[in-house]
């Protein structure tokens, strides 16, 4: 019994009403804080789901989407998934660009489709040079189709920036225990980074030969926004 109760229990006079401890457990610091730590993580949950449903409505918000200047339509499929209705649908608009690799590739620098489409960034030789300085997110995404002999290959994808390789994905295909004749293989890489002006941003393979023009054309792309300036 704790010590308060040992105390008021010695006293001859009956306790007061107001000194009375109604039956049952009563709760320690301990509960109190277990309490308090439980509804602050509801509150937490809540709110971080308030602002995930902000922010997915303004991007699928529907508002009339201008019409790029280049005339030449790009194929694509559904709106959902074509990266391409994505970045149109998306709130920023200030500067960006979406590129199809070229069907003539003869080098292992990866050039790009004439009709591709920029925004507020500049196309060169196979390079996107930025116009804006700001903070950019990359998306390069290429599918490579090899028939596989006697030897394994290596497909190699690398970003540049300013021809200095920022981030690279590497696969082995048609290895030894490989029974498939033709492999299908996917390689992406992503990015974040802060550009200046003049800025370029290129693609290189080591095996251009091998990257599918024909049948997915959709996924060898190259893309880029403007984060935050």
Partial sequence: MEPRLQRAGSCEAPPEPAMQVPAGPVAGPRGSTSRWYFYLSIAMLVGLVAVTTILVLMV?????????????PLKGGNCSEDLLCILKRA???????????????????????????????RYQDGNLVIQIPGWYFIICQLQFLVQC???????????????????????????????????????????LDYFQVNTTISVTV??????????????NVLSIFLYSS
């Fill in 60 to 72: 699928q918000k529907t508002d009339p989407i201008s019409s790029p200047t280049n005339t030449v």
């Fill in 149 to 191: 002999s006697d030897h394994s290959v290596d497909l190699k994808l690398e970003l540049l920036v300013n021809t200095k390789v920022k981030k690279q994905a590497l696969v082995t295909v048609c290895e030894s225990e490989t029974q498939t004749r033709n492999i299908y293989q996917n390689l992406s890489q992503f990015l």
């Fill in 206 to 219: 080591n095996k251009f030969q091998y990257v599918d023009t024909h049948t997915f054309p959709l996924e």
């Fill in 91 to 121: 709130p920023f608009k200030k500067s960006w660009a979406y590129l199809q690799v070229s069907t003539d590739l003869n080098s292992t620098k990866l050039s790009w489709n004439k009709d591709s489409i920029t925004h507020e960034v």
